[in-house]
DNA sequence: CCTTAATGTATAACATGTTATATAATAACC
DNA sequence: GGTTATTATATAACATGTTATACATTAAGG
C-alpha cells in the first residue's frame, strides 16, 4: 500500500486535492442523475440552474455565474441546445449578445430536478459534509474517507441506518 | 452582475465548487512555480515528492500515490521523462512493472524545491486557509473571496502588511 | 459619417482528467 | 509444461477545463 503523497503533503498539494475531491464528488454526483433517468450532465446543471433563477443569460453572463470561462460556456450551451433544454437567440438591442433561455424541455427537467433529483444530491452531501467542522485539512480528509467508506449515492435518507 | 450560482446552490454544486477552487489554486501556485523560473507543471510536483519520499516506484504505484488513474499517471511520467527528471526501466524481477526514479536533474529540483519553493507555497496556502474553522461552505467562501482579493502569488511571507 | 476601438461570441490548440481496451508478462491450473 | 487467467502498462477516444485569437457587431472620436 502506497502513501497518499497528495494528502501528506497538506497545504502544498491543496490544489490537487480540491479538485480531485471535486472530480469524485461529481462523478457521484453523475450517478445518482443516471440512477435516476435522467439525460445531462453533472456539469450541466449549474447552467440550467442559472438560468431557471435568473431568467435568459448571455453566454458571458452564465460563464460568471457559473465560474468558467466564456469558450467553456459556449461549449457546454451547445451540448444544451443539442438536448433541447435550451434556446439562443441574438439579443433584440445587441446582435453580438446570444440569450440562452429554458425550452419547454429544459423548463420539465428543471421542475423534476427540484422535486426529486436535486434535493436528493444535497441531502447526500449534506450527509457526508454538512456535520464537518474545524480545519479546512481536517475536513477534507474525512470527506475522503467518507466517500470511500459509503459513495454518495448510497446516501439517501438512510443516514441513521450507518 | 451576475449571481454565483454554484455558491448560491451550497452543497448541490459541491463537486463544480471544489473543482474549480482547486483550478485557480492550481493556476496560481503554477504562477509562484513560474516566477521561480523552475520548469514544471504544478501537478507534476507530486509524482517526484512522491518518488523522493519512497523511493522508485512503479507506475501503478504513482497512480495510487497520487490519487489519479493509471492512464493519468503514464501520461505525467510520460512528461517527466521528457523533461529529464525521472528515469524509468522494467522492474529486474517482473518485466511488466516499470520502476520511475529520480534522475540526479529530478533529485536536484526536489532539493531545490523543499528549500524554496515548497516552503513558500505551502506557507501562501497556509495564509490562504490555515486559520480558517467552521462549515465546509463557510470556509470555501472564504478561500474564493481571498483568493479574488489577494491572489497566492502575493501572499509570501507578508501576512503582517494586510 | 467613417475610421478606430471596444465588446461578445466562436473557434483553435492545448492540458489533464476519465473509461475502455490492447498488449505483454507472469501466475495458476489441469 | 501448455493453456488460461490475471496483472501492469500503453494507447485510443472522449470530457471539460484553459489561453490565445478570429470574427462580427456596437460604441467612440475626429
Redesign the pocket.
Known amino acids: 500500500m502506497v502513501e497518499d503523497v497528495v494528502r501528506t503533503l497538506g497545504f502544498l498539494c491543496m490544489g490537487?486535492r480540491l479538485?480531485?475531491i471535486g472530480?469524485?464528488l461529481q462523478?457521484d454526483t453523475q450517478q445518482v442523475i443516471d440512477e435516476a433517468g435522467l439525460s445531462i450532465?453533472?456539469?450541466?446543471y449549474p447552467f440550467i440552474a442559472a438560468i431557471d433563477r435568473a431568467g435568459p443569460l448571455?453566454?458571458?453572463?452564465l460563464?460568471q455565474a457559473?465560474?468558467?470561462?466564456?469558450?467553456?460556456?459556449?461549449?457546454?450551451?451547445?451540448?444544451l441546445l443539442e438536448l433541447g433544454y435550451v434556446d439562443?437567440q441574438?439579443?433584440p438591442?445587441?446582435?453580438?449578445?446570444?440569450?440562452v433561455s429554458l425550452t419547454d424541455k429544459g423548463q420539465d427537467l428543471v421542475d423534476h430536478s427540484k422535486k426529486v433529483i436535486w434535493p436528493r444530491i444535497a441531502a447526500a452531501v449534506a450527509d457526508l459534509c454538512g456535520d464537518l467542522d474545524g480545519p479546512i485539512l481536517e475536513q477534507l480528509a474525512a470527506i475522503e474517507d467518507g466517500l470511500a467508506a459509503v459513495p454518495l449515492a448510497r446516501r439517501n435518507a438512510a443516514k441513521e441506518e450507518r
Request: no cysteine.
Open positions: 490537487s479538485r480531485r472530480e469524485r462523478a450532465q453533472a456539469g450541466q448571455t453566454i458571458g453572463e460563464a457559473v465560474g468558467i470561462t466564456q469558450p467553456g460556456a459556449t461549449r457546454t450551451i451547445g451540448q439562443m441574438p439579443a438591442d445587441d446582435q453580438r449578445r446570444r440569450l
